[in-house]
């Protein structure tokens, strides 16, 4: 086994025992990255040189015992929307390309606090304002979409071009890209992990999170950055707390809702059986399924769109005035129309959010999680706009991406994504966990559980 | 094309009232882009919201601990 192949957790022990240099680990990493970015583009920038001199300072702090927790010398990519100072935040844009982040976000110094080492920034859609990423292909067929916005993220931990990454995600942007690449990506609750040095989509409902191989992994990436910073006024003031899972894996005496409506409506039957099939593993683990009613599903998209349409031409207001040719398409297009939105829209859509959160926590009394699928199809091929359902109907392949993430987004509440399987066409499947506020203990401890039960997935291998 | 739905002129008078200028070449598919957005959103007036207010938090005492990394 190449160093490059290691999850985190494995890295991590390999380095604490010694048997592991950060530079051994670094130098692995990035031959991956020359081997396999040709084909995959999941980097905007891979900054070798600083990575390297990361290395070996963390192996000389290391060596004279200064080690600093499981994050130390670990090789890790950051989404191009998350600032690090002294390279460009360009977020997959014309619109920065003179860009330099004078200081870190605040994740990205807690990384830095934590000993991990810097690979470079990773693709993103435009200012995170889709769900493909266009610049980045999928770590399993290059033939398909990455996913996104997180994209490059995914696509760099899937095929070991990064032991860990961070993304972010206001509709679904670290779990679509996840589940698409075979990766882990956590959605904590809103405000856990703080915004501050991350451009913003949507102020109310943009995320942080790590993407990983492993939920123990993300349990390792999520301890390290959980944690107030008034900068973020979202930013919650919860205890930290060491996210690492038990090695047990009796799940009993657990409720775990699977839904009977919203989550397997219009969905690829492929998908549908590998989530149920895991669902039936945390049932024979020891977990109780109880079956919940979604509330409210009418109004999911129409919620999420009444806060991100206008929250999204807000943040580009000046810019859409003085340089809007410098935007792809896609995103310019929804940027203008955003204008046209009324307030009383905007209005509607944060009192139904308060809505669908009562009825969330009131849904979330009766059992302690909800397993559903991350998104209802895999990858699509590069090009594809849409997706024909058995009943004939059509939906937009980012409409589709978004629809079942957008819940987590507007409740605001936890959801892992992790992958459950492979369709016959081998692509990955994911399977999201929901929870409580601030539960993010619980998602991981069933994730692990779960993954204690499978076999050890192999990174990704474009073909 | 329903009343509620603007013509391409109507957006352009609507992005120019909020200080957006838009080219004439543009004005048909800013049009029907916005008037998707709104068919969806639309959708929000069924829900009877009574006094339910705004979801954004607003809290009168800022903390002014310092910043921690």
């Known amino acids: 086994m190449q160093p490059y192949e290691l999850s985190l957790t494995e890295a991590a022990d390999a380095i604490r025992a010694r048997q592991l240099s950060p530079v051994e680990l670094a130098d692995s990493v990035l031959e991956r990255i020359a081997q396999t970015e040709p084909h995959l583009h999941a980097y905007a920038t891979v900054t070798a040189e600083r990575t390297r001199r990361a290395a070996r300072e963390g192996e000389h702090d290391i060596a004279a015992g200064r080690y600093r927790g499981p994050l130390h010398g670990i090789p890790m990519g950051v989404k191009d929307l998350i600032d690090v100072a002294g390279v460009a935040t360009t977020a997959g844009s014309r619109v920065r390309a003179d860009h330099r982040a004078q200081t870190d976000s605040t994740v990205a110094a807690r990384l830095t606090r934590a000993g991990a080492v810097l690979l470079g920034k990773t693709h993103t859609h435009e200012f995170a304002y889709g769900l493909t990423t266009p610049q980045t292909r999928n770590a399993w067929d290059t033939g398909r979409v990455a996913g996104g916005s997180s994209g490059g993220s995914a696509v760099a931990v899937a095929a070991g071009m990064a032991t860990f990454a961070l993304g972010t995600d206001t509709g679904g942007s670290i779990r679509v890209p996840s589940a698409l690449n075979g990766v882990v990506g956590l959605k904590p609750t809103y405000g856990l992990l703080p915004r501050h040095g991350v451009t913003s989509l949507s102020w109310s409902l943009d995320h942080v999170g790590p993407i990983t191989r492993t939920v123990e992994d993300a349990a390792l990436v999520l301890t390290a950055l959980a944690g107030h910073d008034p900068r973020d006024p979202a930013s919650l003031t919860a205890p930290a707390i060491d996210y690492r899972p038990p090695a047990a894996v009796d799940l009993k005496g657990l409720r775990i809702g699977v839904p009977r409506n919203y989550y397997f409506d219009h969905i690829a039957p492929e998908i549908e059986a590998a989530v149920r099939h895991a669902i039936d593993q945390l049932q024979a683990l020891g977990a109780r399924l109880v079956e919940v009613e979604i509330p409210m599903t009418r109004y999911v998209q129409a919620t999420q769109w009444g806060l991100m349409v206008p929250e999204a031409t807000a943040y580009h207001a000046d810019t859409l005035r003085t340089v809007p040719e410098l935007y792809e398409a896609d995103v310019r297009i929804l940027l203008e129309a955003g204008e046209l939105m009324t307030a009383g829209d905007y209005l509607r859509a944060q009192r139904s959010r308060t809505l669908m959160r009562q009825e969330w926590a009131r849904m979330l009394e009766d059992v302690d999680l909800i397993a559903a699928p991350t998104v209802p199809a895999t990858a699509v091929r590069v090009g594809q706009e849409t997706i024909t359902w058995a009943d004939g109907s059509v939906e937009g392949v980012s409409d589709a991406y978004v629809r079942l993430s957008a819940p987590a987004n507007i409740t605001g509440v936890p959801s892992l994504s992790l992958p459950v399987g492979h369709d016959t066409a081998g692509l990955p499947i994911g399977m999201q966990l929901l929870g409580r506020p601030l539960e993010e203990s619980v998602l991981l401890r069933v994730g692990h559980a779960y993954e204690q039960t499978q076999p050890v997935r192999d990174l990704a291998r474009a073909t | ?69």
């Open chain 2, 1 to 69: 094309m329903s009343a509620e739905e603007l013509t391409p002129s109507e957006a352009a008078r609507w992005a120019a009232r909020g200080g957006l200028l838009l080219p004439a070449d543009r004005h048909a598919a800013i049009a029907a882009t916005a008037n998707h957005i709104h068919s969806v959103v639309a959708v929000l007036r069924e829900l009877n919201l009574g006094d339910t207010p705004p979801a954004p938090a607003y809290r009168a005492s800022q903390e002014r601990r310092d910043a921690t990394v």
